[in-house]
Antibody, heavy 118, light 107 residues
Framework: EVQLLESGGGLVQPGGSLRLPCVAS????????MSWVRQAPGKGLEWVSS????????YYADSVKGRFTISRDNSRSTLFLQMSGLRAEDTAVYYC???????????WGQGTLVTVSS | ETVLTQSPATLSLSPGERATLSCRAS??????LAWYQQKPGQAPRLLIF???NRATGIPARFSGSGSGTDFTLTISSLEPEDFAVYYC?????????FGGGTKVENK
């Protein structure tokens, strides 16, 4: 059974940093693209970033480019999202998702809430 | 950026009725469209990918159609567990984008 477990969320001040890990199990992690998708309270889904299997190719939404970094440790089956320069508008539940055919989100974690506020 | 516009925003129907949800793309995305279902407090679930292919374990009452710029998700006969928010998503080009969602509510 595929499982994705995010953690690392919490309250952070504007301008602060946070790193979100997502531990994967139940599939060959290194063979799949992985992504982060967020959802602001009461709002829709917003794609944030994706990383292709080997970790050499990454993609970012314009809203986070230059502030967020996606990475992966295939030896630990773990996906990361390093967030810096956080803004109030980054407040959201952050989901990690396993890719299918690269960019479909086949399986999702339960999400971790990031709140940016002073 | 490809903008996806979903309509209607809210669909009020009763169990057993047919639901028809629309997703329109601002440019042609071939068949690179997926549909997700999200219930309150839960993560989204993939229903349909490549416009018309059901994901693993998705009941046959869910079907998708369309290509180019106009897409439809049809639920042939609503079950009580189908009342939720539905999102479309494209992977034709970066950035990946989602529609704003359609809420299917129990009338």
């Amino acid at each position: 059974e595929v499982q994705l477990l995010e953690s690392g969320g919490g309250l952070v001040q504007p301008g602060g940093s946070l790193r979100l890990p997502c531990v994967a199990s139940g599939f060959s992690f290194s063979s799949y693209a992985m992504s982060w998708v967020r959802q602001a309270p009461g709002k829709g889904l917003e794609w944030v970033s994706s990383i292709i299997g080997g970790g050499g190719t990454t993609y970012y939404a314009d809203s986070v480019k230059g502030r967020f970094t996606i990475s992966r440790d295939n030896s630990r089956s773990t996906l990361f999202l390093q967030m810096s320069g956080l803004r109030a508008e980054d407040t959201a539940v952050y989901y990690c998702a396993k890719g299918m055919s690269g960019s479909w989100f086949e399986c999702w974690g339960q999400g971790t809430l990031v709140t940016v506020s002073s | 950026e490809t903008v996806l516009t979903q309509s209607p925003a809210t669909l009020s129907l009763s169990p057993g009725e047919r639901a028809t949800l629309s997703c329109r793309a601002s440019q042609s995305i071939s068949s690179y469209l997926a549909w997700y279902q999200q219930k309150p407090g839960q993560a989204p679930r993939l229903l349909i990918f490549d416009a018309s292919n059901r994901a693993t374990g998705i009941p046959a009452r869910f079907s998708g159609s369309g290509s180019g710029t106009d897409f439809t998700l049809t639920i042939s006969s609503l079950e009580p567990e189908d009342f939720a928010v539905y999102y479309c998503q494209q992977r034709s080009n970066w950035p990946l984008t989602f529609g704003g969602g359609t809420k299917v509510e129990n009338k």
